[in-house]
C-alpha cells in the first residue's frame, strides 16, 4: 500500500535574534491510508512542527513531505492553502471556530470556501454533525457550547469536508476526561467505519488505547516507531 | 462572504456605530453642501439672467469698442422682427446704454443712462424687485425717468423733480430735461450710484434714434435656468440668421467672470469632500485594522482551512464596505429628507441684503444632481477600498502557525 503522508529527512530550524533552534531533526515518516497514528512525545519534541509542516500549514528547513504522490514542501502559499482546502483536514487544540458563525455553518465553511452551494454544504455539514451527535446543537453559536460540543464542532468541519486525511494537534488537550473520552471513541469509529486517515500529536494516555501506531519524538527525531491494538 | 462580514462589522457594535455613523455624516455634509453649491449656482445664474438674459444680440465691434458709436446696433427695428421670427413668443428686452451727465438743480454726476424697454413679464418683474418708490418711466414717454436710489440722494432729488440729462457727441438732441417719476434700489450700492432709466424711446430720441445697444433675450419661463445645450443651439440659430456685423453672446460669455466662479464650485466641492472623506477614512481603517488585530487566530485558522490570501482579503475589503455602505445609507436616507425638505425654499431672514451684494437670491433652491450622489458614493466606495489597502494586506500575509499562536 503506497502512502499517503510521507516525510523524508525532514528538518526545521526556528531562529530568532541570532539564535537558532532546532525543531525537527531528520524526521522520516510515513503514514498508510486508514491509519490512526499518534505522535508523542514530550513538550518541545518536534510534534506540532511535524503536523504543520505534513499539513502543509509550514515549510521544512529541509527534507522533503509529499501528500500521496505529490510533492508539498516546494508548494507556493496559494497552492498549499488549495492543497489544504481540498486534502487535508484540521482539528486544533482550541477548537479555533468562528465566532460570529452556527455550529453548522462552521461545520460547512471549508465547503463554503470551496464554493460548493449553500444548500448541498448544509446537507453535508448536517450529516457531519449528526455522526458526531450534535445535531440538535447545529444553530447555536459556539460561546452556547461546551469545550467538548465545540471540539465535536471542529471535528464535524474537517469531516465535512470529507478529507483524505485528518490532521488532529493536541485534540483533547482542552477536554475533561469524559469529553476527552467522548472525543477520541468518535473519531476511531470514523476511522474504523469510514477508513479515515488520522494523525495526531497528543499526551492523552487515553487516546493511545485507540490508535494502531504510536510514534515518539524526543528532541526533533523519531525514537520508537510501533504498530499497536491493530484493528 | 457579505453575511459573515455583516456579523464581524456589528461584533463591537459601539466602534461600528460611531465608525458608520461618522462616514454617515460625512455623507449628509458632502450632500448638503452640494445642495447648497448647487442652489447657490442655480441662485447666481438666476439672478445674473433675470437682468440680463439667457443670451444677448450686440453689435459685432462693441467688444472693443471705445466710442458709443461702435457699441450701437443700427435698424434695431430689423433686427428685432429677425429675431421675433426665429424664436416666435421668446421674451425680450432692448437696452440702450448712453453715457451721459444727469443733473438737479444743485448738483450733476455722469452717469450711465439706460433706455429700456421689455415685454411686461420682465417689466414686472423688474418693477418688483427694483423699484423703491414712484413708478417706472411709461413705455414710449421722452420726458420721464428713474434713478437708482443713491443717485437720487446725491443729487438731492425726489419725485416730481425735474432732471436735466446732457449726453454730448451722440446722435440724438443730446440734451434733454425730464421729470423723476421713480426712485430704484439695486443691491449693488456702487450700481446705484450711477444709473438712471428711460424708456427706450426716451434714450433713443435723447442719443441715437433708431439704435440700440443690445437686445437682451430670455429663454424659457419660471425658475430655474436652461441646459447649457439649448443656449447654445438658440446661439447658432439666432448667429446664422442675424448675419454680420451682430455679435450673440451667451450669459457665460457676456459675464465671463462669474462663469468662472460657478465653474469652480464644484470643483472646489469635491476637493473639499475628498479631504473630509479622508479623515473619514481614517476612522475607517483604525476600526478595521483594530477588527483584524483582534481576529488574527480566526484569520489564522481561516487560512490553516483552506482560504487563500486573496480570499481573506477579500473579507477585509467586504468588512469594510459593509461598515462604510451601512453608514453611507443612513447618511443618504437623512440627507435626503433633509434636502427634499430644503428644496421648498431656504431663507435667510435678516441677511437679504448680504445676499443680494453676493449676487444670490432672498431664497435659495437645495438639490443634488444624480451626478453629485454618484460622486458621493464613489468617495464612499473609494473610502472604503482604500481604508481595507492596509489591513488586507496586513490579513494576506499572514502565516497559519503563527496567526494561530497569536494571542490579541
Redesign the interface.
Known amino acids: 500500500m503506497k502512502p499517503i503522508l510521507r516525510a523524508v529527512g525532514l528538518t526545521k530550524v526556528y531562529g530568532s535574534d541570532g539564535v537558532s533552534t532546532p525543531a525537527l531533526r531528520g524526521v522520516d515518516l510515513e503514514v498508510l491510508p486508514g491509519e490512526f497514528t499518534a505522535i508523542v512525545g514530550p513538550s518541545g519534541s518536534g510534534k506540532s512542527t511535524l503536523l ?1 509542516i505534513l ?1 502543509c ?2 515549510k521544512p528547513s529541509s527534507g522533503e513531505t509529499y501528500l500521496g504522490e505529490r510533492r508539498t514542501d516546494q508548494l507556493d ?2 497552492s498549499s ?2 492543497l ?3 486534502e487535508i483536514g ?1 482539528v ?1 487544540q ?1 477548537y ?1 471556530l ?4 452556527s455550529a453548522l455553518e462552521n461545520a460547512a ?2 465547503l463554503e ?2 464554493g460548493v452551494p449553500k444548500k448541498v454544504r448544509e446537507e453535508k455539514a448536517m450529516q457531519a454533525l449528526e455522526a458526531l451527535g450534535i445535531a440538535d446543537l447545529a444553530h447555536r453559536r459556539p460561546n452556547q457550547l461546551s469545550g467538548g460540543q465545540q471540539q465535536r464542532v471542529a471535528v464535524a ?1 474537517a469531516l465535512a469536508a470529507e478529507p483524505q486525511v485528518i490532521l488532529a494537534d493536541e485534540p483533547t488537550a482542552n477536554l475533561d476526561s469524559q469529553s476527552g473520552l467522548s472525543l477520541i471513541e468518535l473519531m476511531k469509529r470514523l476511522n474504523v467505519e469510514r477508513g479515515m486517515t488520522f494523525l495526531f500529536s497528543t499526551h492523552d494516555p487515553r487516546l493511545l488505547e485507540h490508535v494502531t501506531r504510536i510514534v515518539r519524538l524526543e528532541d526533533g527525531r523519531v525514537v520508537s516507531d510501533e504498530r499497536v491494538n491493530a484493528a | 462572504m457579505w453575511a ?1 462580514a455583516w ?2 462589522v456589528w ?1 463591537h457594535k459601539a466602534r461600528s456605530i460611531v465608525t458608520a455613523g461618522a462616514v454617515a455624516v460625512v455623507v449628509i455634509f458632502t450632500l448638503v453642501f452640494f445642495s447648497f453649491t448647487q442652489a447657490t449656482k442655480t441662485g447666481m445664474m438666476e439672478v445674473l439672467t433675470n437682468d440680463f438674459g439667457h443670451l444677448q444680440v450686440k453689435s459685432a465691434r462693441a467688444k472693443d469698442a471705445q466710442d458709443f458709436d461702435a457699441s450701437l446696433l443700427r435698424g434695431a427695428a430689423e433686427l428685432e422682427a429677425a429675431l421675433l421670427e426665429e424664436l416666435p413668443g421668446v421674451r425680450m428686452a432692448r437696452v440702450l446704454e448712453v453715457p451721459a451727465l444727469v443733473s438737479g438743480e444743485t448738483r450733476s454726476r455722469g452717469v450711465l443712462v439706460i433706455g429700456l424697454k421689455q415685454d411686461p413679464t420682465l417689466r414686472e418683474r423688474f418693477e418688483l424687485e427694483y423699484l423703491a418708490a414712484g413708478r417706472l418711466p411709461s413705455p414710449g414717454s421722452l420726458d420721464e425717468i428713474a434713478l437708482g436710489e443713491a443717485l437720487a440722494r446725491t443729487l438731492h432729488l425726489d419725485i416730481g423733480d425735474p432732471v436735466y440729462v446732457f449726453a454730448p457727441g451722440t446722435e440724438g438732441w443730446g440734451a434733454s430735461a425730464y421729470v423723476l417719476v421713480g426712485i430704484l434700489k439695486f443691491p449693488q450700492a456702487s450700481y446705484e450710484g450711477k444709473v438712471a432709466y428711460l424708456s427706450l424711446e426716451g434714450a433713443q430720441e435723447l442719443a441715437a434714434p433708431g439704435a440700440v445697444t443690445r437686445f437682451e433675450v430670455h429663454l424659457g419661463a419660471g425658475r430655474g435656468v436652461p441646459r447649457e445645450e439649448e443656449i447654445h443651439r438658440v446661439k447658432e440659430r439666432l448667429t446664422s440668421v442675424l448675419g454680420a456685423g451682430v455679435s450673440v453672446e451667451t450669459w457665460r460669455e457676456a459675464s465671463p467672470d462669474l462663469a468662472a466662479i460657478l465653474d469652480l464650485m464644484d470643483p472646489a466641492m469635491v476637493v473639499f469632500s475628498f479631504f473630509i472623506f479622508v479623515l473619514a477614512g481614517l476612522l475607517v481603517v483604525n476600526t478595521i485594522y483594530l477588527g483584524l488585530v483582534e481576529r488574527i ?2 484569520f ?12 481573506v482579503m477579500r473579507m477585509i475589503f467586504a468588512e469594510s464596505l459593509v461598515l462604510v455602505l451601512a453608514g453611507s445609507a443612513v447618511g443618504l436616507a437623512v440627507s435626503g429628507v433633509c434636502i427634499a425638505w430644503m428644496s421648498r425654499g431656504v431663507a435667510f431672514p435678516g441677511l437679504d441684503e448680504a445676499l443680494a451684494e453676493f449676487g444670490l437670491p432672498a431664497v435659495l433652491y437645495p438639490s443634488v444632481t444624480l451626478q453629485q450622489v454618484a460622486i458621493t458614493m464613489a468617495f464612499t466606495i473609494a473610502t472604503a477600498l482604500l481604508a481595507a489597502l492596509w489591513p488586507a494586506w496586513v490579513a494576506g500575509r499572514l ?3 503563527e496567526a ?1 499562536r497569536h494571542v490579541a
Open positions: 504543520h499539513g500549514l509550514d502559499p496559494v492553502a488549495r489544504r482546502l481540498q484540521f486544533f482550541a479555533n468562528i465566532p460570529v458563525l465553511f471549508v470556501l470551496r468541519r | 459573515l456579523r464581524n461584533r487566530r480566526e489564522g485558522v481561516m487560512i490553516a482551512v483552506g482560504a487563500d490570501r486573496w480570499r502565516q497559519p502557525v494561530m
